[in-house]
Structure formats: structure tokens, C-alpha cells
């Protein structure tokens, strides 16, 4: 028995037997169907059943699954910054988070197109209750991240999951994806969390923090959706916090996000992949500061990068224009990309409501006013 054995995903020893158990499972029968709709159920099934590591299952199984996700519900995927990297080294990658599933597997995506490793994934063990999601998420390499605990055990759950990441950097030299902040980003604010930070380095032992986030080489990653598939599943928590209420998530609400999310319209995305903060690292040790106010360095370095690499679309430079009544942005845009997404506002909220208006259209143009701010301070 392994202490990690209860967040970390399959062993490759598992993993077949893992398969066998989804294997007839109607939900894996349709994923299959939508990933291979020439393919004969027999067939695939018999591919399944030969499968015996988690490289294997993504590369013959997700990776076209994902392939169908970009063909049927996005206009294109672009990528930029993997020259940075080196496929013999473990990263970890601290990203926006914007799509439950599709952010990670992007990323995994365009790493393995070039040649890089893929990485070990967080998830809220809350997003997959279902057993068959709890199944894939384990197959495709991800490790749980403990929802709903009391303070102590917070605490117990956090340093574990630190000594976890340790470990896979430093013992099974795999990198490690995890998102800025806990929870998918509502409001285009991309903001990195100093929780995150300190759990991170929690399992440092007698190293300073500053120089074991230098070991652990962290990249900055940007995704970005031109449409957000889950923009209008995010309005009620949003309204919420407007009227300064309590949010509670209805019974299915991340499972439907979930699917919204991988069939949900996205025209184009891309991700950029940061270099390894090293260097801006070394800036921040030489200040001689307190270690909260390094972390806090540390924790605006990556929100520069994060929001500085975010590539701006059409939809982003709209919103922005119609949030302030402007044509500053005209230039990013045609009048029938602005039509097409007055149109989808319209579809998806109650335009006579000036606040949903508000927060639907603050979603988009906060990364455009977040940038315009970076240029400023610079």
C-alpha cells in the first residue's frame, strides 16, 4: 500500500482491468461512437480490451477522441511557445482554468504533437463522482484533489498532495499540470491563488521556497477560448456573487458543465506554453524579502504571464467595446463577428437584465482590460 494510493491514478497494472469494468458502460459506448463512428463496437471494444498502460489509452483513445472534440466543436487549435522546453524535463505547468476537462487535455494534446512529455493532472475528486468519470480521470493520469474537508484535514490532505507532486517531478519524472487557483475562473479575472502556491511547496523540507519553486522548473501556461462553451453556465454562480449571495451547485451541475464544455462550441483556442520562470525567479530571491512577500512576487510573475501570453479574440474585443459603450477595439473585429456574438448573448441571457448583461459581457473583456492594465504598469 502506497500513501498516495487513494488520490493518484492508475498503474499501468491496473489499467486493464480498469478497462474491462467500463468496457459495456452505455456512457463509454457513446463516447466511442462519437470518437470512432465508422468503427464496429466489437472492434473497439477489442482495442479496449488489449489496452494495458495509460500511454496507450491516450494515445489510441483520447487523443482521437479529442481530435473529433476540435473537428466537431471548434474552428481550430493553435499553440505556441513548446520550442521553450525539453522533452527530458519535468515541468510544472501552473495555468488558467477555464474548462473543467478540456484545459489539461489540451495542453497533453499539443505536448505530445511535439514530441514533449505529457503531463500528471489535479482534479477535484467533487468533479468525478460518477464512476465511470472517476475511471477515465484515473486512466488519463489525473490525481484527486480532496473537496469538502475540515481544516485539519485540509491541512493533512494538502501536505500529501505536495509530497505527491514532489514525487512525480522528482522520482517519476513527469510533469505535473495544475491550475492557478481552486475552481474554474467565472469572470476572465485569471488570478493566481497564494494557497496554491504554499501547498506546493509544502513538501520542501529543509530547501528555501523560493529555490524549490526554481527546481521544480514552473511554467506559466494561457488558454484561451474565443468562445467559452460553458460562458452561460457560469451566469447564475456570477449573478450570485453580485447580489453577494450564497452560490450552491445544483445536483448534476458539473457533470452537465462537463459536457457542455467538450461539445459546447469553442471556434478557435490556443494555448501558450510560458518558458520556466527560472530566471525571474533568481530576480525574486535576490530582493532579500520577507518569504510571504516573495511569494507574493512569485504569485504576480505568474498572473503577468498568464494574462500577458492570453491571445486576445474577437469576442474578447467586443465585449470590451459594448461593456463601455466604445469602438475602441473596432479595428479587432468585423460587423459580423460582432453580430454573431450580440446573437449568442441574446440566446443565452435575458438582455432586459442590465446586471446578467453585465457580468456576461465583464466575462469576455476582462482579459482585454487586464492586458491593457499590464502595458500600463510596464
Known amino acids: 500500500m502506497s500513501k498516495f494510493d487513494h488520490i493518484r491514478p492508475f498503474y499501468d497494472t491496473e489499467v486493464n482491468q ?8 452505455p456512457m463509454m459506448k457513446a463516447i466511442m461512437n462519437f470518437t470512432f463512428p465508422a468503427m464496429e463496437e466489437s472492434e473497439w471494444k477489442r482495442q479496449l480490451n488489449r489496452t494495458h498502460s495509460i500511454r496507450d489509452f491516450q494515445i489510441n483513445f483520447i487523443y ?20 521553450q522546453l525539453d522533452q527530458h524535463v519535468p515541468y510544472l505547468f501552473i495555468s488558467n482554468h477555464r474548462d473543467i476537462i478540456l484545459d489539461t487535455s489540451l495542453l497533453n494534446y499539443v505536448l505530445y504533437n511535439n514530441g514533449l512529455m505529457m503531463t500528471s493532472s489535479a ?13 477515465l480521470s484515473k486512466l488519463t493520469r489525473n490525481f484527486m484533489v480532496q473537496r469538502g474537508l475540515s481544516s485539519r484535514e485540509l491541512l493533512e490532505s494538502s501536505k500529501l498532495m505536495s509530497e505527491y507532486i514532489q514525487d512525480l517531478l522528482f522520482h517519476e519524472n513527469r510533469s505535473v499540470w495544475i491550475a492557478q487557483r481552486e475552481g474554474r475562473t467565472k469572470d476572465g479575472n485569471d488570478a493566481t491563488q497564494k494557497g496554491v502556491l504554499k501547498m506546493i511547496s509544502m513538501a520542501r523540507g529543509e530547501v528555501g521556497e523560493m529555490e524549490y519553486f526554481k527546481n521544480i522548473h514552473i511554467v506559466p501556461v494561457s488558454i ?11 451566469m447564475p454562480e456570477l449573478m450570485a456573487k453580485s447580489r453577494s449571495e450564497v452560490y450552491v451547485k445544483h445536483e448534476n451541475e458539473d457533470f452537465n458543465t462537463i459536457l457542455n464544455g467538450i461539445m459546447g462550441q469553442k471556434k478557435h483556442i490556443h494555448v501558450h506554453v510560458d518558458k520556466p520562470l527560472d530566471d525571474e525567479i533568481d530576480k525574486i530571491i535576490k530582493t532579500g524579502e520577507s518569504p510571504n512577500k516573495q511569494l507574493q512576487y512569485l504569485s504576480e510573475v505568474i498572473d503577468e504571464k498568464i494574462i500577458g501570453n492570453y491571445k486576445l ?6 465585449a470590451h467595446d459594448l461593456l463601455h459603450n466604445s469602438q475602441q477595439f473596432a479595428d479587432e473585429y468585423s460587423a459580423l463577428e460582432r453580430d454573431q456574438f450580440q446573437e449568442r448573448m441574446k440566446e443565452g441571457i435575458d438582455l432586459r437584465d442590465e446586471l446578467a448583461v453585465k457580468n456576461f459581457l465583464s466575462m469576455y473583456a476582462n482579459p482585454v482590460t487586464n492586458q491593457e492594465a499590464l502595458k500600463v504598469k510596464e
Open 18 to 25: 480498469a478497462i474491462r469494468g467500463i468496457v459495456d458502460d
Open 64 to 83: 482521437p477522441a479529442i481530435e473529433m472534440v476540435l473537428k466537431r466543436s471548434s474552428e481550430g487549435l493553435s499553440y505556441s511557445g513548446l520550442d
Open 123 to 135: 482534479i477535484g475528486d467533487n468533479l468525478v463522482k460518477r464512476p465511470l468519470l472517476k475511471t
Open 224 to 234: 484561451s477560448y474565443e468562445y467559452d462553451p460553458t460562458d452561460v453556465l457560469k
Open 313 to 318: 479574440w474577437p469576442t474578447n474585443y467586443i
